[in-house]
């Protein structure tokens, strides 16, 4: 059963970046056609999808934060990860690591979430 | 890009039928077959229902299905049952190659 788990530092300063791991267990990151993927909430609303980056390494962003991303595979530690950079209050948001099946809509598994808050 | 269009509740008996709609535009919703709907309760991660407009994963009840017409998809519950209140998001491929999700629908089950 594949799972996944975010890490990070909970708390974040305005104007820095934030950086989260999605560790990847029961199965290979770097094999077959997924795409590993970020999502978030901010508490009360709805979800924001993020971006993805494909077991290929192709790298695809929303169009709103494209100049402030990055996200990355290790696929020596079956990880991936998000560098979002100048954070500001509005970024404070639960989020969520993701596996889309490529050629498919379908995100079957998720991690738990992770709570970041943006405040100084 | 925009999110794509849900009404912000709807509410239904048990054993009643409910609709949800998601409007997006021809260069998502009505462009592909990749809208996606997921069910989320309070502290959880989503949960898959429809993928594909109207594929149903293995383990959800065939009570869920999902349907398109032109650039608005849509989720109907049928024999509607207290655990399936919780808050419902449409998810559409883009032509930008990204992804959208819709604004969300509170279900309440009266």
């Known amino acids: 059963q594949l799972q996944l788990q975010e890490s990070g530092p909970g708390l974040v300063k305005p104007s820095e970046t934030l950086s989260l791991t999605c560790t990847v267990s029961?199965?290979?990151?770097?094999?077959?056609?997924?795409?590993w993927g970020w999502i978030r909430q901010p508490p009360g609303k709805g979800l924001e999808w993020i971006g993805n980056?494909?077991?290929?390494?192709?790298?695809y962003y929303s169009p709103s934060l494209k100049s402030r991303l990055t996200i990355s595979v290790d696929t020596s530690n079956n990880q991936f990860s998000l560098n979002l950079s100048s954070v500001t209050a509005a970024d404070t948001a639960v989020y969520y690591c993701?596996?889309?099946?490529?050629?498919?809509?379908?995100?079957?598994?998720w991690g738990q979430g992770i709570l970041i808050t943006v405040s100084s | 890009q925009s999110a794509l269009t849900q009404p912000a509740s709807v509410s239904g008996s048990p054993g009643q039928s409910i609709t949800i709609s998601c409007t997006g535009t021809?260069?998502?919703?009505?462009?592909?077959?990749?809208v996606s709907w997921y069910q989320q309760h309070p502290g959880k991660a989503p949960k898959l229902m429809i993928s594909d407009v109207s594929n149903r994963p293995s383990g959800v009840s065939n009570r869920f299905s999902g349907s398109k017409s032109g650039n608005t998809a849509s989720l109907t519950i049928s024999g509607l049952q207290a655990e399936d209140e919780g808050d419902y998001y449409c998810n559409s491929y883009t032509s930008s190659s990204t992804w959208v999700f819709g604004g969300g629908t509170k279900l309440t089950v009266l």
């Open positions: 980056i494909h077991s290929s390494g192709s790298t």
């Open positions: 021809s260069s998502d919703v009505g462009g592909y077959n990749y």
């Open positions: 029961g199965g290979a990151i770097s094999s077959g056609d997924f795409h």
């Open positions: 993701a596996r889309r099946r490529g050629g498919s809509s379908e995100i079957v598994y």
